[in-house]
């Protein structure tokens, strides 16, 4: 936690919070933070600066806040990735939060069991939570769009290519022969697939509406590896 | 697992294997593999192949191999990362591996908790294992070379400078202004801070021995992430 994710319902008076729980125990037990330190802080989707401890206690902590700061800029980026292992989701999320995607898009795949679908972590509160880790981590603010797209075909017949418009159209293939671009400026839509690939005919759709297949070398790479391996080389 | 890693003393005969425990699990409820199948098999440190299971039942499983491809290549790249928090050492050593590093050392710095060199994960034990895990994600079988170094000044005045000779020095740190650079075939050797960053007397240190700092963006990345986007960025 780089810097403490404060929301509206936080505040008691203009300048002054007053937190419990998960961030109360993360300043406490992490930071080991005193009264009277000061500890970076943002407010969701607006601006960062400093947090003065003005009360602490077992049960909550006082903070008073100046933010002055705009958050670090977001990259010109949508991630479309194919449903993860439940296992795999909350780290992916987090690490493309924290990378500085804008938007993100869940996607359904052949190789994507049915199963995934019914997973406890794709649920607003942990979709929404695993974003505002991500966030504290960055010391970033905005929180990027999430979207779930649970049926492959209509969503890249009918909505991707709006989405991806005007942007550089890449789609991450173990497959492909062309290297992954490297340190771009404009738009781009990122696909990845899930970790088995996509199967030819889903390469096809995406081929059809202009996505170019990219490959990321001979190594298979966990979702989130190759997610953060992309965009080191894209953007960073 | 991407490939079922095997080891000299799992073999029974010339050409046959008889596994149990973890790989056997892996095999039946993540393969759901079953007699007669194929799967992708390797011998730690030597080649790579296919297996015909030709035996199963709950305890054992025998695999008859023919291994004649190579591992995928090795990047030229030697990572050196300040020991991390116990809970992500796991999975910056796997990622590592995974990647193609060829050599891993784990490294002393200011900012690094003592306790953290007191966890069970820095057993031999585990960081091989973290490592074979690394492997048989990415279809590999050669383990990289790892080493610990709990004390930073000698490290980085008598062995860094043997280690790096003759390759491009970069030192990942947030303060600095030049990019990282991007697409590289020559050799490298990557040193990546702790999350709080190098004390200015740790980064002058490596400068001194010719380690030029680079940035990552504005954003504080977690030691995984990082490692992922640098080795994106430099070689895949």
Known sequence: MNLVLLLPEDFISEQHVR???RRLEHIVNV???KLGDTLRVGVLNEKVGRGLITAL???TVEIEVSLEQEPPPKL???IVVA???PKVLNRVIASATCLGASRMIILNAWKVEKSYWKSLRLSEANLLH???IGLEQAGDTVLPKLYLARFFAPFVQNELPVIASQTLR????PLA???CPACIIEPCTLVIGPEGGFIPNEIQALEKIGFEPVSLGTRTLRTETAMAALIGRLYL
């Open 19 to 21: 937190l419990t729980g």
């Open 170 to 173: 890449l789609v991450a293939h």
């Open 31 to 33: 930071h080991r933070a």
């Open 83 to 85: 449903l993860p292992r």
């Open 57 to 59: 206690d077992n049960q």
């Open 76 to 78: 010109p980026l949508t």
């Open 177 to 179: 022969i062309v290297p």
């Open 130 to 132: 695993q974003r505002i």
